[in-house]
């Protein structure tokens, strides 16, 4: 590596660093990309989503019986609030024999389980790149240590045109490793608290429909939950 690095600036040190030192860049270069691309991609769905179950709550208020709340169903199907009224009607058709509001709820949660998993995807990519990507750069650090030490020893001076390359390219690799690390955390809390709120209002969506069933009677939900196709139309992945 040439010691000569003051006319450079910091692409020119990234060039002259050793094939460990660049592969450590690319890949800090390649989970920053892929972070952000999943901050965007979540980001869409999560606007998407959210005002599809602002709209439909909204549209809920509305209902006052069970067949109300399956053409509004059949009306959204295709959106993630209907697909979870559509999964909790076809719940409610297995069970007309006995439907209950604490049954409904119980399998309202699982519903809600089902598709939280599905809405938390790709998440683990941002937290193993806030992980990695500091260790990376911790490895970086030392990698480019050690060729301080190594220069040190073959030119049997400790001046500071021997040391500043590779504190340079240790330092480097710091800074790399942090900008890719923090950035992904900061998504990782983002998406998470995203899907809190996501998750919230898919239960209030869950709860008005467990009260109609409350004060329905059985005979009624039997009857309609009968008639009822709950073909589901709704793609979760």
């Known amino acids: 590596m040439d010691a000569s ?4 600036g910091v692409w020119g040190l990234v060039l002259q660093s050793d094939f460990v ?13 892929l972070s952000w691309a999943v901050l965007l991609y979540k980001v869409i769905l999560f606007r998407i989503k959210q005002q599809q179950c602002k709209k439909v709550l909204h549209e809920i208020k509305g209902c006052n019986n069970i067949v109300e709340v399956i053409h509004l169903a059949k009306k959204h199907a295709s959106t993630l609030p209907g697909h979870v009224l ?14 209950s509001a604490d049954i409904l ?7 809600l389980d089902e598709v939280m998993y599905v809405e938390e995807s790709y998440t683990p990519i941002l937290a193993v790149t806030s992980s990695v990507a500091t260790l990376l750069g911790l490895f970086g650090t030392v990698w480019g240590l050690i060729h301080s ?26 800074v790399a490793g942090l900008l890719v690390a923090i950035p992904s955390l900061i998504f990782l809390h983002y998406i ?42 709704y793609p979760l992945s």
């Open 5 to 8: 690095i003051g006319n450079h």
């Open 21 to 33: 030192s660049k592969m450590v860049l690319l890949v800090l270069f390649s989970m920053s990309i």
């Open 86 to 99: 559509l999964e909790l009607l076809g719940h409610m058709k297995t069970l007309q024999d006995n439907v």
């Open 105 to 111: 709820q119980m399998y309202a949660d699982q519903i």
């Open 149 to 174: 030490f190594i220069r040190i020893s073959e030119k049997q001076s400790a001046d500071i045109v021997t040391v500043a390359p590779g504190i340079a390219e240790a330092l480097i690799t710091t």
């Open 192 to 233: 998470a608290t995203k899907t809190k709120e996501l998750e919230h209002q898919l239960m209030n969506l869950c709860d008005k429909v467990t009260n109609l069933v409350r004060t329905s009677s059985v005979k009624t939900v039997k009857d309609v939950v009968e008639t009822y196709d709950t073909q589901d139309q």
